[in-house]
């Protein structure tokens, strides 16, 4: 499976902004279970922005709650963020993931995927 993100760019402080992940490779035997953003910025510990199951359950930081929303597309295999009420400190590196199941017969192997991520930049 591969993750391709776009939607970044520059936007002021209060501007919106919608990331889209779209995987490739899913098959009836290559699944996806959670996806999820994940964010870094310079100098800093890559952080969980937002993250939503197969069902549909999400979560978020509590710094994101209120202002950016998790959605995904099961058709599409593709999950989306849409970032309101943009800040300066929202400034970093947003990475997709997805939790890759592998169906064998002995069963499933999870496998983390990452995409190569995408540059978010809020002015003041």
């Known amino acids: 499976v591969q993750l391709v993100e776009s939607g970044g760019g520059s936007v002021q402080a209060g501007g919106s902004l919608r990331l889209s992940c779209a995987a490739s490779?899913?098959?009836?035997?290559?699944?996806?279970?959670?996806m999820g953003w994940y964010r870094q910025a310079p100098g800093q510990q890559r952080e969980l922005v937002a993250g939503?199951?197969?069902?549909?359950?999400?979560n978020y930081a509590d710094s994101m709650k209120g202002r950016f929303t998790i959605s995904r597309d099961n058709a599409k295999n593709t999950v989306y963020l849409q970032m309101d009420s943009l800040k300066p400190e929202d400034t970093a590196v947003y990475y997709c993931?997805?939790?890759?199941?592998?169906?064998?017969?002995?069963?499933?192997?999870?496998?983390?995927?990452w995409g190569q991520g995408t540059l978010v930049t809020v002015s003041s």
């Open positions: 993931y997805a939790e890759v199941i592998v169906l064998t017969l002995e069963g499933g192997n999870a496998v983390d995927t």
């Open positions: 490779g899913v098959t009836s035997s290559v699944k996806l279970n959670r």
């Open positions: 939503v199951g197969s069902g549909g359950i999400t």
